[in-house]
T-cell receptor, first 111, second 117 residues
Framework: QQPVQSPQAVILREGEDAVINCSSS?????VHWYRQKHGEAPVFLMILLKGGEQKGHEKISASFNEKKQQSSLYLTASQLSYSGTYFC????????????FGKGITLSVRP | DTGVSQDPRHKITKRGQNVTFRCDPISEHNRLYWYRQTLGQGPEFLTYFQNEAQLEKSRLLSDRFSAERPKGSFSTLEIQRTEQGDSAMYLC???????????????FGPGTRLTVL
């Protein structure tokens, strides 16, 4: 079951904040966030695990609401380099299963 | 530390021809995934391997598609009798076996862009 991402698109000015969401109709084991720039492969940003553990590589924070089966990615003080398409990949049904990706959210940061 | 590599990066073919793509995963990763991505969409799962065993194949995957990972290292994805609808970016990813369990994730290669004329 493909997760639903919202909003569909975000336009920001440099320095502004944004929240993007990922919702599932099924219980989530983990949520993996990626950013993809045009013509490039998706790059890993952060993983959120059932139980609240987070693991990421960049100064981006996220939350995982197991009850609502939803994850949110928080982009604060946005930079031009944050522009791209953000995908969430969800792991359903427990550990060691594959990821199912949403359609993505296009985020544009303008000077 | 080398990442996931894919070859070729671009492929243009005529309808009806067969094409084969190669993926070399991160060396210590025993899981390998193939995805297809079209414009404006997220990566769509095709199939995945754990070592040389193909554990799952998407029900949406036509019989014209076949993937192998004979020695549990690199993998190939073959598309037979290509159609214009096969035009897409084909992404390969790899991961350790404990996806999510220990905070591990999938790492994507640069992709192979296929254009079927």
């Amino acid at each position: 079951q493909q997760p639903v991402q919202s909003p569909q698109a975000v336009i920001l000015r440099e320095g502004e904040d944004a929240v993007i969401n990922c919702s599932s109709s099924k219980a989530l084991y983990s949520v993996h966030w990626y950013r993809q720039k045009h013509g490039e492969a998706p790059v890993f940003l952060m993983i959120l695990l059932k139980g609240g553990e987070q693991k990421g590589h960049e100064k981006i924070s996220a939350s995982f609401n197991e009850k609502k089966q939803q994850s949110s990615l928080y982009l604060t003080a946005s930079q031009l380099s944050y522009s791209g398409t953000y995908f969430c990949g969800t792991e359903i049904g427990g550990a060691n299963s594959k990821l199912t990706f949403g359609k993505g959210i296009t985020l544009s940061v303008r000077p | 530390d080398t990442g996931v590599s894919q070859d070729p990066r671009h492929k243009i073919t005529k309808r009806g021809q067969n094409v084969t793509f190669r993926c070399d995963p991160i060396s210590e990763h025993n899981r390998l995934y193939w995805y297809r991505q079209t414009l404006g969409q997220g990566p769509e799962f095709l199939t995945y391997f754990q070592n040389e065993a193909q554990l799952e194949k998407s029900r949406l995957l036509s019989d014209r598609f076949s993937a192998e990972r004979p020695k549990g290292s690199f993998s190939t994805l073959e598309i037979q009798r290509t159609e214009q609808g096969d035009s897409a970016m084909y992404l390969c990813a790899s991961s350790p076996p404990t996806l999510g369990l220990a905070g591990d994730t999938q790492y994507f290669g640069p992709g192979t862009r296929l254009t079927v004329l």
